[in-house]
Nanobody, 125 residues
Framework: QVQLVESGGGSVQAGGSLRLSCAAS????????MAWFRQAPGKEREGVAS???????IYDDSVKGRFTISRDNAKNTLYLQMNSLKPEDTAMYYC???????????????????WGQGTQVTVSS
């Protein structure tokens, strides 16, 4: 089991930057594949970026070139560096973890079994 706690959200103007963190507690964090999701009011939760246990990454097209996902297994922490933020990035951001027989890269909600409580990101124009 792993417990996830996000931090780093806030309010910024368009073009600004934020770095989200997700602190994980529990055993074998390094064996989990991790991801960031977001959910805006009235919309479905969507995958933003994912990283597997080997450090490979994938991104949703809407954030490619602007967001960077990374993990520090020694600190049991997942990060999301967000640059060139846009108003449409406004959402609650969630950290998620999953574990399988082999490492996978996925942005599908149902592939993840553990979720944090979320941190709000608001981007004003």
């Amino acid at each position: 089991q792993v417990q996830l706690v996000e931090s780093g959200g806030g309010s910024v103007q368009a073009g600004g930057s934020l770095r989200l963190s997700c602190a994980a507690s529990g055993e074998d964090y390094s064996t989990y594949y991790m991801a960031w999701f977001r959910q805006a009011p009235g919309k479905e939760r969507e995958g933003v970026a994912s990283i597997d246990s080997d450090g490979s990454t994938i991104y949703d097209d809407s954030v490619k070139g602007r967001f960077t996902i990374s993990r520090d297994n020694a600190k049991n922490t997942l990060y999301l560096q967000m640059n060139s933020l846009k108003p449409e990035d406004t959402a609650m951001y969630y950290c998620a973890a999953g574990r399988g027989v082999v490492p996978i890269l996925t942005l599908i909600v149902s592939d993840f079994t553990h979720w944090g409580q979320g941190t709000q990101v608001t981007v004003s124009s």
